[in-house]
């Protein structure tokens, strides 16, 4: 095993259904001899695949944090074939918070691998996710949705790959999970610092969520993150019995590409959006508006869309800085592509 400081109340080659915490060491004036409690389960029965849940790699993305607490209390050893880990509250200093980043280093953990084993807070974390829990995993699932800032279309969503059979493997199980909208990112936020990086370099498939935002918990799109992910982990091969008899309803499938999917804010300012979630857009047409309080007689700056596309993703808060995300796009897919290589 790969050395890590933080230690493991819960033993992953145990059968049976346990909770317990991993042990993040943190000497504070506080507390000289602390350390920091990441919640995590481990419900394993018998021979089979490992897959690897995860939430809260974020700390105000709400949605799969209650998913994965919800499933970690209902799964019971009967269930699993196989074993299936549950870390609900990856950054956990930063879900305490309600915060996109740890309140105690600033840090994005999604933003931070492959960690150390010796930094931060968030380095520690993302260093024991990388070199401890994805060896063993077989899939890792990230539920992710918009956080405080943005919103979403519920969607799900794989990274780019050249690697044929896994992107087909992966696709089966975006069509399984069933969500509104499922894309390829080409250019994927946090490039090599993401889990998604991080699960590539250990060669395990994953595929991720953006489940609603907005920094709420919404029913509709709860629902979609509990019935696909139960979907999911039975055709993963890891539960005894399905826990949803639904039919994954029909995706979309999408591609989010390069850099002109995305609006931004020109300047700083109050942000009026001119399209709602879901429209159909052109290129050049207008996105949005920035006002300005402090001289409210000068027009306000316009942004607009750089290319065509459905309008997955758009800001939340009013308030705005040059620089912040206003809307991402995605456009279909290509029916019959036999690889995404040309989708960025």
Same mark, same amino acid.
């Given at each position: 095993?790969?050395?890590?400081?933080?230690?493991?109340?819960?033993?992953?080659?145990?059968?049976?259904?346990?909770?317990?915490?991993?042990?993040?060491p943190h000497?504070?004036?506080?507390?000289?001899?602390?350390?920091?409690?990441?919640?995590i389960?481990?419900?394993?029965?018998g021979?089979?695949p490992?897959?690897?849940?995860?939430?809260?790699?974020h700390?105000?993305?709400?949605e799969?944090?209650?998913?994965?607490?919800?499933?970690?209390?209902?799964?019971?050893?009967?269930?699993?074939?196989?074993?299936?880990?549950?870390?609900?509250?990856?950054?956990?200093?930063?879900?305490?918070?309600?915060?996109?980043?740890?309140?105690?280093?600033?840090?994005n953990?999604?933003r931070?691998?492959p960690?150390?084993?010796? %930094?931060? =807070?968030?380095?520690?974390?993302?260093?024991?996710? *990388? !070199?401890? &829990?994805?060896p063993?995993?077989?899939? +890792?699932?990230?539920?992710h949705?918009?956080?405080?800032?943005?919103?979403?279309?519920?969607?799900?969503?794989?990274?780019?790959?050249?690697?044929?059979?896994?992107l087909?493997?992966?696709?089966?199980?975006?069509?399984?999970?069933?969500a509104?909208?499922?894309?390829?990112?080409?250019?994927?936020?946090?490039?090599?610092?993401?889990?998604?990086?991080?699960?590539?370099r250990?060669?395990?498939?994953?595929?991720?969520?953006?489940?609603?935002?907005g %920094?709420? =918990?919404?029913?509709?799109a709860?629902?979609?993150? *509990? !019935?696909? &992910?139960?979907r999911?982990?039975?055709? +993963?091969?890891?539960?005894?019995?399905?826990?949803?008899?639904?039919?994954?309803?029909?995706?979309?499938?999408?591609?989010?590409?390069?850099?002109?999917?995305?609006?931004?804010?020109?300047?700083?300012?109050l942000?009026e959006?001119?399209?709602?979630?879901?429209a159909?857009?052109?290129?050049?047409?207008?996105?949005?508006?920035?006002?300005?309080?402090?001289?409210?007689?000068?027009?306000?700056?316009?942004?607009?869309f750089?290319?065509?596309?459905?309008?997955i993703?758009?800001?939340?808060p009013?308030?705005s800085?040059?620089?912040?995300?206003?809307?991402?796009?995605?456009?279909?897919?290509?029916?019959?592509?036999?690889?995404n290589?040309?989708?960025?």
């Amino acid at each position: 095993m790969s050395r890590t400081r933080i230690a493991s109340e819960v033993d992953f080659d145990k059968e049976g259904k346990q909770h317990g915490f991993l042990r993040l060491p943190h000497s504070t004036h506080r507390s000289a001899y602390g350390w920091i409690p990441i919640p995590i389960s481990c419900i394993r029965r018998g021979e089979g695949p490992t897959v690897l849940l995860i939430s809260g790699n974020h700390g105000d993305e709400y949605e799969g944090q209650v998913a994965l607490m919800k499933l970690s209390r209902r799964l019971e050893p009967a269930d699993v074939s196989g074993r299936i880990i549950i870390l609900s509250a990856a950054n956990f200093p930063a879900a305490i918070a309600g915060e996109r980043t740890s309140p105690i280093d600033d840090g994005n953990l999604n933003r931070s691998f492959p960690g150390n084993p010796d %930094g931060s =807070v968030t380095q520690m974390i993302a260093h024991y996710i *990388e !070199t401890v &829990l994805l060896p063993k995993a077989d899939l +890792a699932i990230d539920v992710h949705s918009g956080g405080s800032s943005l919103m979403y279309i519920p969607s799900a969503l794989i990274r780019r790959t050249d690697d044929a059979e896994r992107l087909a493997k992966l696709k089966k199980l975006l069509a399984l999970f069933g969500a509104p909208i499922s894309f390829v990112f080409a250019m994927p936020q946090g490039e090599d610092r993401t889990l998604s990086a991080a699960a590539n370099r250990a060669g395990v498939a994953l595929f991720g969520t953006e489940i609603g935002g907005g %920094g709420t =918990v919404q029913p509709h799109a709860l629902r979609i993150a *509990e !019935t696909g &992910l139960a979907r999911v982990l039975m055709a +993963a091969g890891v539960l005894a019995r399905a826990l949803t008899d639904e039919p994954a309803p029909k995706t979309r499938f999408m591609q989010v590409g390069g850099a002109d999917y995305y609006v931004y804010a020109p300047e700083s300012g109050l942000f009026e959006p001119l399209v709602e979630l879901g429209a159909e857009v052109k290129a050049g047409d207008v996105a949005g508006a920035i006002h300005f309080p402090a001289t409210p007689w000068r027009e306000p700056a316009l942004a607009s869309f750089a290319r065509a596309g459905l309008v997955i993703c758009r800001r939340v808060p009013g308030r705005s800085e040059r620089g912040d995300c206003l809307f991402h796009l995605a456009t279909d897919m290509a029916v019959g592509r036999a690889s995404n290589r040309a989708e960025g």
